[in-house]
């Protein structure tokens, strides 16, 4: 896919109400009308017979009763809210244009013309393979929608995928390609969406336990070694060699000598011994769950020598594998 690609989203409609839909979200999302093309058929001008004056004037005419005829097969209430001409060229017929595309069919009536729509179309910078495309596409009855997007290209697309439009990579029936030509009209038979589930873990907190952290009063018997001192009385005997006595009479006599010990006291007194401090902490882990999902898997049945091609689109960059 080129950068030019990635400017220009473009998207085709099998129901022109939604188009109508897609190009009001557009609006609503900041992108200016002239940024915005739109290409429908117009069921009111079919109806009409139209005089050779008024083809050969089938250049820009504001035409109410055509805006009218799109609203009412599209859906009662739609409204393009864009600028909608009736337009008419050689082997498409008249067909009603609006905001950027009628300008550039306008601005260069007698070339789309010749061209064609593919021409405006490439005038807008959309590759001659894919305006081709989109050409077969809105003369088959479908509506198209063109947006010059720049850098929101990728917005602009999610905008007309939103509400149903396809492009040529994404087309629900591609159109078989040889040579860079399209091989036929593409026709839109239905989309199928392959599901599958997948687990999703949520997480909340429960009360696994509860810690107490708490103190008990225990009796132990302890003992100390304390140094005392004490009064002994020393007697001492030694022979006197019999001498004469001072006084002359034998009477009892004593002498008191007061002894002293000392006394243990145990007195108790609380000391701290250690602090304690309680808390909380977070822990990181990993837990493995797992589950039982379901998933569908696209399965494609041929009968007789239809052909299958298959294409994978990634919605993220727009590239088809």
């Known amino acids: ?26 609006l609503k999302a900041g992108f200016k009308e002239d940024q915005i093309g739109v290409l429908a058929h117009d069921p009111a001008a079919k109806k009409k017979t139209r005089t050779k004056a008024a083809k050969k004037d089938a250049g820009v005419k504001a035409a109410e009763g055509a805006a009218a005829g799109i609203a009412a097969g599209a859906g009662a209430g739609a409204l393009w809210a864009l600028g909608i001409a009736t337009l008419g060229l050689p082997g498409i017929g008249p067909f009603v244009a609006g905001g950027l595309l009628a ?3 306008a601005s260069a ?5 010749v061209a064609g729509l593919a021409g405006a179309l490439i005038g807008l910078g959309i590759s001659e393979e894919e305006a081709h495309y989109y050409e077969s596409e809105f003369k088959a009855g479908r509506t198209i929608v063109t947006v010059k997007a720049g850098n929101r290209y990728r917005q602009a697309l999610d905008i007309l995928r939103r509400h149903g439009a396809y492009d040529r990579d994404t087309a629900p029936a591609a159109s078989a390609q040889a040579g860079g030509a399209t091989a036929g009209t593409q026709t839109a038979a239905g989309t199928v969406q392959v599901k599958e589930e997948e687990l999703r873990a949520s997480k909340r907190p429960v009360k696994k336990g509860e810690v107490k952290v708490r103190k008990e009063v225990v009796t132990e018997h302890r003992a100390l070694d304390v140094p005392v001192e004490r009064e ?23 002498i008191r000598i007061p002894v002293t010990e000392e006394q243990v006291r145990v007195e108790k007194q609380p000391v701290v011994t250690e602090e304690v401090t309680v808390g909380k902490r977070k822990v990181r882990d990993t837990r493995r769950v797992g ?4 998933k569908e898997k696209l399965r494609v049945d041929q009968e007789g020598d239809a052909e299958v091609r298959t294409r994978t689109t990634d919605t993220a960059s727009g590239r088809r594998k």
């Open 232 to 254: 002994e009385v020393v007697v001492e005997r030694r022979p006197a060699g019999r001498r004469r006595a001072s006084g002359a009479d034998v009477r009892p006599e004593e």
């Open 1 to 26: 896919m080129t950068a030019t690609r990635r400017k220009v989203a473009v998207g085709v409609f099998e129901d022109a109400a939604r188009a109508q839909e897609a190009v009001r979200e557009l």
């Open 291 to 294: 589950g039982t999902v379901r």
């Open 109 to 113: 009536a007698g070339a789309a013309a």
């Open 103 to 105: 300008s550039v069919l």
